[in-house]
């Protein structure tokens, strides 16, 4: 009884790493996103599959994908981790209220939104806000997320979407990459290596599009996150299609040049998003009108909107 005691309940590191896979869809990005080695990701997850005695992915040469196990195992322990990490965050700070959720985009949080938050947190010093990690759409309550910073369209079920910004692409590349494949033209990017982000596949397509460009851009390297593209394009492994205010500092910096000088507004937009049960909630409220104010100011001072 005590044997099967133990294996009913695996431990709660293997359980994160198996949640992050599932969610994220990949070992690396469950790496990135615990802090972690891909190695140490893929023994969690071994590990929980022996000891539940079943197959929670099928491995592949393109990647990991639950199984139908997998997927109902994922469903159920996710509102579970979610109340443990709610009820242990409660008793760390002791508030259980004015606490706001947040799920961010790696790279937008990183390099645009973490460096504005201190003033958020000095005008509502009594909002805190706890940070998570979101690729996609996903659901608010099993999470247990007030809002989300969301890439794409104004179409999240059951939740009411704010806009924020628009954002300019262009192809870029490392100078040498660029000195050893001159272009010309625009057609000329379609006989090089082009970067792909997973979650914008007709983003390439839209930008040859805009040129009166019908043929299918090359099949090339894809990445799940804009910071691994722009490490990519630095080492010189080809072109990418980056929204250029994430790049700022490489641009300046000259790690990374304009490719070709034909920049393209994006089919995708950024939004605040909230479920519409969440949307009078004071610490939304505060951040939504907040944010609005720096995207406001951003526009102004920065892109000249």
Known sequence: ?????????????ALAAFDSVARLGSFSAAAEELSLTQGAISRQVSGLEEQLGILLFDRTSRGVMLTAAGADYAKAI??????????????????????????????????????RIPQFVARHPEITLN???RIGTFDFDRE????????????????????????????????????????????????????????????WAHWFESLGISATPSEGMRFEQFGNVAQACIAGLGVALMPLFLIDSELASGQLVEAFPHQVRSPSAYYAVAPVSKK???????????????????GEEVVGW
């Open 1 to 13: 009884m005590a044997s099967l005691s133990r294996r009913l309940l695996p431990s709660t590191s």
């Open 78 to 115: 996710a509102a579970a981790l979610s109340q443990i990490r709610s009820a242990s965050l409660q008793a760390m700070t002791k508030q259980h209220s004015d606490q706001l959720n947040l799920a961010i985009l790696p790279t937008f949080g990183t390099r645009w939104l973490m460096p």
């Open 131 to 133: 940070f998570a990690t």
């Open 144 to 203: 247990g997320i007030d809002m989300a910073i969301h890439v794409g369209q104004p179409d999240w079920p059951g939740a009411e979407s704010t806009f924020l910004m628009e954002e300019m692409v262009a192809p870029v590349s490392s100078p040498a990459f660029l000195k050893a494949h001159p272009i010309k033209k625009g057609q000329d990017l379609l006989h090089l290596p082009l970067l792909h982000m997973a979650s914008r596949p007709g983003a």
């Open 280 to 298: 009078d909630f004071r610490p939304v409220m505060a951040f939504r009108a907040w944010l609005l104010e720096e995207v406001g100011r951003y």
